[in-house]
Structure formats: structure tokens, C-alpha cells
């Protein structure tokens, strides 16, 4: 089943058209992976999915997104609702300069969630929901900015499902972090996916691999336009691509 | 002549700098407590002045200074803070904010003696707040806003783009994301700049010269539309203006207002490391 339907998706910074015409489901519960090499528009098709393009001034966002059969860029569509429903994880491990609690109890302070659960209880679960519950229970207090960059990572992690998100979109979550803090991210992903659809922008083709149910490949056109060439199980993608640009990208062939 | 040679000869020629610079300091620093600091008596700080200011205390002088800081704060921090914001968080960048900017720099050029008779003409003829704590206290505002604006813009600015995002991402409104995360993360700056501000003020003489400044007012001021003395000008007045002034009371009067300067610097230093520290673990 589908949870976000992008049609005829295409951004324009400035003249500059980046995006041409995107067109993918992502799926209820699964695992999209976005992959394509550098400047191919993965992290700008990512910020489409909750909007974080708005406040790039010169972006322009053509076509529709549905969510639950609404155009999240409809006129007067609730932006703030829309970003507590699909959330989002950097690149760079990046908490707030301030204690682990107030990381994660952030969002559910600005959208009011703590009158309705206790704030404690929130943080709590959604500290656990990543695995770091046991490693931090004793220093809720303490500098989120000390954690190593891995917890960083999963710290961030839980600030987003602190506000109960239906979808989670992460552009390249794991570069900055070592191969064995990545394993445990992906460990991660795949526990949450049973709670969440996920959209992860990747560079790595294993990661892909690994983790995904579902990749689309992206490819710059003529240099300069980023186009979906193909979209599929991650399984066949990789196994029997059926564009011949796929498979040289899969087998290294340029990017 | 050897690379070890000339780095030598280049750091002992920015220590004589130094020293060009810091020792004057020192040298009026040190005359000013050694001269001064005999004067100094729980009668000199809480007495009235008496027999045309050659005797008794300077209790007014020191309160007036304090209450003009007060006023000036009152005024020119929630303006000041407020304009900051308004500059590095919202205001596009187009001709207007350039020239507001542009206005801000060159405001901070501006001869003392001018604000004063800026504030002359326009809080005590104009509106008719008379010479009073109101109209001197608004003048020092507009004198202080300048800095207090551009320190402050300076300290929001530095606060990665990042934190405003992520909180946008996470349902934040943006004034929510200013409120909570870049503010705090600002606030040693902006206070770093706000001390520094009203310390101008405080010490300053001519633009309280016009606009609230008594010559001898053997008593405290009851409201905000009274006159009062002030330590930089009663520095002024006993050292120039009245004949056969006792030196240890000049010297006391300036000890006592270097001594509030340098308090609230320090204050300004003792936050700033504070924070500093708590970054780190
Ligand atoms: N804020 C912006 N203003 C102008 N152009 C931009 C902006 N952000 C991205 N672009 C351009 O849009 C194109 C797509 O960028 P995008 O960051 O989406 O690519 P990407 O696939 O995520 O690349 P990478 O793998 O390097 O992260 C690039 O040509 C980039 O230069
Ligand atoms: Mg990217």
C-alpha cells in the first residue's frame, strides 16, 4: 500500500530546473532507498516529502504529493502537522546544544504533545525505541553534544519519534558514522520499519542493498536535470535492473 | 638572519606593544585606587554632600548613576534585543535592512555630545519630560542601542543554521526555534553586549549633560521626571567647575565609578566563561 504518491514531481532553484517530473509510491511500512551519484537531486526530492524545501527561497515545487489523499501542497495545507507526521534525520548528527532530555523532548514542547502523555514517558519510550535507553537513563542531564557520534545519530533519531511520526525521511544517515555504528543504524531501521515508512537517501549501493524493500534510482540527465530512471523492489533492482544506466550504476560502472 | 632569530625579534616586538598598551592602563588604574581609596568611608558612599560638595559623601551621585543604568537597560535591551532579532532572523536582505544596517554602524560613530543634544531637543524640549531621570535615561538608551544591536545580531548570526532547521523539521514554528534553541545559544553574546553597552552609558557625561544631570541635589530623585546627580558628571563638576575641592574627594569619586565599571565588566567575563565551561565536560 502506498503512503506518499509523488505525481510529476519537478523542483526549479531559481531557472534552474534540478528535478523533472518524479513520479514513485513509497510504500506503507517499507523501506525506500533513493540512490544516484552526487548532484542527481535525491536530498532535494527528500525535502519534498515534508516540505523542508518552503524555506529555500529560489526552490520552486511543481506537481503533487499525497498524503493520505491530500496535496501537501495544497493552499492552506497544514505545514506544521504535515512535519510532525513526516519527520526527518540529517546527514550529520546534528542535537540541539542542550541535555539528551530536552533533545527528545523538543518537539512534543513546541506541538503541546506533553499534555496529552507526560513528557517523561515520551522521552523514555522513544530513548528506547532506538536502543540507547540503557546507555543514557543515568545522564538525561548530561550535554547531548558528548555522545558519541553514533549515539548523536540515534539520539536524533529518537527526537523525531518523540513526536510519533508516520513516516521517517533520512538523507544519508549513517555517512558520518563508522561501519559499526552504521550496522546498528540499519539493525535499527529494520526493527522501526515495523512501526514506520522509512525513505532513506543512500551513496552506499550495499546499504541499499542491505536495507531497503524498495529502491529508485536517480540519474542527471544531460548534466544538469535529475530524473527517476527506475523504481522497483530492491531485490529485482539489483538483480535484474532492466535499464542498461541501472546496471552500469550497480556495477560501478560510472557515478 | 635565522627563521628562529626573527620569530624572536617578532614576538618580543608585540610584547613591547602590549605593554605600550596595558601599562598606561595599569599606571591610572593604580594612581587612581591609590589616591582614592583613603578617601573611601561608609560616609562617603552613603552621605549627602555638604558645604557645596567639599565634604559629606556622594550617596546621590551613586545612585543616580545606578538608576540611570537601570532606565538605560529598561529601554534600550528589549529594543535593542528585539531589533537584533527582527535583523538576523527575520529581515530579508534588501535596501532597507542594508541601510538599516549602514544606520546602526554609523550611529555607533556618533560624538556623545551629540546624543545629548539630540535628547535636549527632542525627549526634554519637544515632549516636555523636563530635565529628568526619563529624558536622560532615553538618551543613554539611543547612545547604547547601537552596540547592543550589532553584538547581538553578531552572537545570533553565529548560531549555526542547522538548529533553526532541525527545529523547523520537527513542527517547531520559527519564532519556537528561535525562542528555544538560538536565544539560549546566543545569550552570553547578547549579554556580553548588552554590559557593554550600559557600561558606555554609565560612564558617560555629556549626553546626561543636557537631559537629567544636577549640578548639587542634595537629595534622591522621587520619580523618573526628577533631575539627579550622576557620577561621571559630578567627576566633572568637583574637578572643574568648584573652587578649592579637596583631591581625596575627586579621587574617591573617580574610584568609585571606575569601580562600578570594572565590576560589571567583570560580571560581563564571569558569564561569558560560565557559559564557555558548561560546553564543556
Ligand atoms: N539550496 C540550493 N540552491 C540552489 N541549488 C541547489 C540547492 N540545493 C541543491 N541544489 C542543486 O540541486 C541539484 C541537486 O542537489 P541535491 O542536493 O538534491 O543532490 P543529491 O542527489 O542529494 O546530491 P548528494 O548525493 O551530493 O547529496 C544540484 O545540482 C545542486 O547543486
Ligand atoms: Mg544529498
Redesign the interface.
Known sequence: MSRMDSRNVSVTYGEKLVLDDITLEVKERQITALIGPSGCGKSTFLRCL?R?ND?IKIARVTGQILLDDEDIYAAGYDV??L??RV??V?Q?P?P???SIYDNVA??P???GMHRDASLDDIVEQSLQDVGIWREVRDSLK??A??LSLGQQQRLCLA??IA?KPEVILMDEPASALDPIETLRIEDLMRELVDDYTIVIVTHNMQQAARVSDWTAFFLTLDGQVGTLIEYGETGRIFTQPQDQRTIDYITGRFG | MSQQLAQKLGFAFLGLMSLVVIVPILLVVGAIIYAGFPALSWEFLSAMPREGMRAGGIFPAIVGTLLLTLGTGLVAIPVGVGAAVYLSEYARDNLFTRAIRLAIVNLASIPSVVYGLFGLGLFVLLLQFGTSILAGSLTLAIMTLPVIISTSEEALRAVPMEYRTVSESLGGTHWQGIRRIVLPQALPGIITGVILGLLRAAGETAPILFTVAAFFLPRLPQSAFDQTMALPYHLYVISTQVPGMPLSIQHGTALVLLAFVLSMNLVATLIRSYFRRRREW
Do not use: A, I
Request: charged share 25%.
Open positions: 515534508n523542508m524555506s506544521v502537522r512535519r510532525q519527520g526527518m540529517f550529520r546534528n540541539f546544544p542542550q523538543f518537539g514542547r513546541v506541538l548530561r550535554d553534544l558528548t527526537r523525531v513526536v
